[in-house]
């Protein structure tokens, strides 16, 4: 079935179909010509996937505005409807019927109005800034002992020793998940990363399904385990916590722990990853940051700009809308496409030069924005700036060897990042 489908995108491509460049595999390597190619064609482009976005004005607007919600709990349909007949087959992912789904229905981001502030609410309750940054010292503990381990200097690759596990470590702290099931915590959130990108291949998608039973039966355990013996972590203040519309059921605790892990994975591993890389093009930059480390958070915002680990969220308009000059259907699958709005030369001059002074990097919609802005954005925010500050205590980083990115679009990064320390 992958085969096939590798064909028809490539086919697709060859005519120089809109859709076809969207999934073509080279967008996993550098899309940002081809965004600037559909820009070319306005801020709204049709395509057999649903309209895509391409401006930073039309992205915001729609990411802010109340008749727009969220399409991810119908993501798989929406995507299925827009396309021709014959290719639905080779897009339709595994049955997942009774298995948790942390980008469904009873999830957070996947629901709108007051069912979804209600959630929102609790966690925001307990996942405050306070609490994010009361784990600074820990993460910087376990930056500096992942670094030390990997033996401190000489060739490591950034994404093994350090990219991947710091977000890892940082979930477990944040959940109370004890660091000896960390490795298993890892190999579930990489399987399941593959939800957040559709287009993945069918194999990966039933890994995902595999990952996601056993993450459901791990929380169950742990969940009880707190409930008895409470702790000062996420999940036992989640138990504890009330809003009007009382507490979280066992259902929802599980989803929404699952979803912290999903959701906070391997989006910050390619933050690192896609951040490590723009300073290895740019030693100029990373000296400055070695010598002045009170530029390291400018420096994250403009990493999370030049290089958007989530390259599109999907939403719906519930009413037909004029906004940032395009016509917005009703009722479609509309993508956001993040890392074009966030290449817009309306907005950002120069947007594919990377400068770690430029002043208005923060405009960057990485987190998206409006009601489901990022929850974890600041916690995304400290381990950046941890990491980055622990790789040039070491000094600049150097390339040491052939960079891999992985094969998935929606969710930038890279498989293999080889630097030289020190
Ligand atoms: C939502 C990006 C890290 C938890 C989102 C959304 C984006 C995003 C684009 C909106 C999705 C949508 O509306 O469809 C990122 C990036 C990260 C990151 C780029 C790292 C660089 C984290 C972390 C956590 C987290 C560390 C938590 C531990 C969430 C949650 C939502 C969310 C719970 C859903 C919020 C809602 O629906 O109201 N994130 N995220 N994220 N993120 Fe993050």
Known sequence: RDTIRG???????????????????RMAIDPYPAYDWLRERGPLVPSNLGPMTTTHELVNAL?????????????????????????????????RTGVVDPLGAESMIGMDGPEHARLRTLVSSVFTPARVER??????????????????????????VLAGPLPVRAICEVLGVPPSDAERFRRWGRA???????????????????????LEAYFDRLISEREHTGGDDILSALIEAESEGGRLNRRELITMAVL??????????NLIGNGTAALLAHPEQAQDLRADPSLVPGAVEEMLRYDTPVQVVA??????????????????????LLGAANRDPAVFDDPHRFDIHRPNARRHLSFAAGPHHCLGASLARLEAQVAFAALLRRGVPRPAGEAVRRRTYILRGFERLPVALG
């Open 7 to 25: 064909g028809l995108l490539a086919a697709m491509s060859r005519r120089g179909d809109v859709t076809g460049v969207l999934l073509d595999p």
């Open 63 to 95: 990411l802010r505005h109340p008749a727009v919600v969220s399409a991810n709990a119908r993501r798989e349909e929406l995507m299925l409807a827009s396309m021709p007949p014959g290719m639905r087959w080779l897009f339709r992912g595994p049955d």
């Open 135 to 160: 784990l600074r010292p820990r993460l910087e503990e376990i930056a500096e002992e992942l670094l030390d381990a990997a033996g401190g200097q000489g060739d490591v690759d950034v994404m093994h």
């Open 192 to 214: 399941g990363a593959v939800d957040l990108d559709s287009m993945a291949p069918a194999h990966e998608q039933h890994a995902a399904t595999q990952a996601l039973v056993e």
């Open 260 to 269: 912290l892990l999903f959701a906070g994975f391997e989006t910050t591993v």
């Open 315 to 336: 939403r719906i308009a519930t009413r037909e809308l004029r906004l940032g000059g395009a016509q917005v259907p009703a009722g479609e699958m509309i993508s956001l």
